[in-house]
């Protein structure tokens, strides 16, 4: 048995002590399979999990997570674990499991080894990583980098049998593929795209409720108009992959500076903001009049309508901020992988498309009239509704 630990100033790892994520890199090249039964985990470990598994042809692996059926889980976690649960499942080399019947806060990762008998070929184990290290020790981030942890490494083979038997249970008897469990409350994650930003502020949930109440009947739908992934390449005006929400596709403004990925250009259908005759529909915000929108996360600023017959609709002062909203809240949710560069995207992994929509559950803005107004510096605004939500089909002009 040997002690395992963290590396954190002022506790410091000797040459003769290993790190909990090093032990658990070196077991992993000695396995053919492995079983990690744990309670939390989070996007980057689940990445790493599978990175390490194509590098080390690992030919069996099952991650069992115990805490989320009961608290629920973050969005992107969830959504990691998805695929990467598709993707083992697929290729038949395991898979990933939620445990259903409690919650489950151990931390246990075991290693085996196929060995031959006298008949046939069977999964021994050779270790185990026992102690109080979640999954997210193999790839820590800015949350638990100052989270010490330890654990030991145990190789008595009694102990692994009791291992191997306690994670059999827990997936035959204690849990289900995480692809069966449809009743798992998933978290919203917080967007961090508005923070700091000057002109964004967010409310309280009482304000908001306030608000909610206040809503009137005067509301207009405005699909989100993206390309479908297979399309994403095809700039024939028609598909939305220079516009829109990826109009940083577009050409840039200047030679020497891309567009920012967070650039939105919102546009609105006449069949949403005109009657049939033309005229405006009733109660649609008028032509560079700002109002105030609280969004269905709690963030508050300011809007207008612009441009030839009020059909396009931004934040007002910086025309990132819609973007940083909605591209935001993708992002956090483990969706899109925000761009630094869009001029070096080529093949446009950045670009919103309707898969990505479809899998959030939302595909249509709500901005809904409350009779609600603010009055700030002398001025008087409008309050309106935003919401993110699932909507009908693109109407198209």
């Known amino acids: 048995m040997e002690l395992l630990y963290s590396n954190i100033l002022p506790l410091r790892t000797t040459a003769q002590q290993r790190t909990i994520a090093d032990c658990f890199g070196e077991q992993l090249t000695k396995a053919d399979r492995v079983d990690i039964a744990v309670g939390y985990v989070s996007r980057a470990s689940l990445e790493e999990i599978d990175r390490l598994a194509d590098e080390l042809h690992i ?11 009961v608290e629920g889980m973050p969005e992107s976690a969830y959504r990691a674990a998805m695929h990467l649960n598709e993707k083992w499942m697929c290729s038949g080399v395991g898979e990933v499991r939620i445990v259903k019947s409690f919650k489950y806060h151990g931390k246990v990762y075991l290693f085996s080894k196929e060995r031959a008998d006298a008949e046939n070929y069977k999964m021994i184990p050779i270790s185990a990583i026992i102690g109080s290290a979640n999954f997210s020790v193999i790839k820590p981030e800015a949350a638990n980098l100052r989270q010490y942890e330890t654990a030991v490494l145990v190789e008595e083979s009694q102990v692994l049998q009791d291992t ?35 002109t964004v502020s967010q409310i309280p949930q009482a304000d908001q409720r306030y608000y909610e109440s206040h ?59 005109c009657e049939p005759d033309g005229t405006p529909k009733y109660g649609y915000p008028q032509k560079n009049v700002p109002f105030v929108v609280i969004t269905d996360d709690g963030y508050t600023f300011k809007c207008h309508t612009t441009s030839q017959n009020n059909k396009q609709f931004s934040a007002v002062g910086d025309e990132l901020i819609l973007g940083r909203w909605l591209k935001g809240r993708l992002a956090a949710a483990g969706l899109v ?22 899998e959030y559950g939302c595909n249509s803005l709500l901005l809904t009239k409350t009779d609600c107004q603010i009055h700030e510096d002398g001025s008087t605004f409008d309050v309106w509704l935003l919401s993110f939500k699932e909507g009908l089909e693109d109407e198209r002009e």
């Open 59 to 69: 030919a069996h692996i099952v991650l069992t997570i115990g805490m989320y059926y």
């Open 337 to 358: 992988t925000p761009v630094n560069n869009t001029s070096s995207d080529h093949d446009r992994q950045g670009m919103i498309t309707k898969e990505m929509l479809d």
């Open 215 to 273: 809503a009137t009947a005067v509301r207009f739908p405005l699909p989100v108009k993206v390309p479908a992934y297979d399309e994403r390449m095809m700039d024939d005006n028609k598909h939305y992959t220079k516009s829109n929400l990826n109009v940083c596709y577009a050409a840039p403004r200047s030679a020497r500076k891309p567009r920012d990925w967070y650039e939105t250009q919102f546009t609105v259908s006449a069949a949403v903001r």
């Open 164 to 198: 191997k038997e306690l994670i059999q249970n827990l997936n035959t008897r204690c849990s289900d593929n995480i692809a069966n469990v449809t009743d798992m409350q998933l978290v919203r994650e917080l967007n961090v795209s508005l923070t700091g930003v000057d």
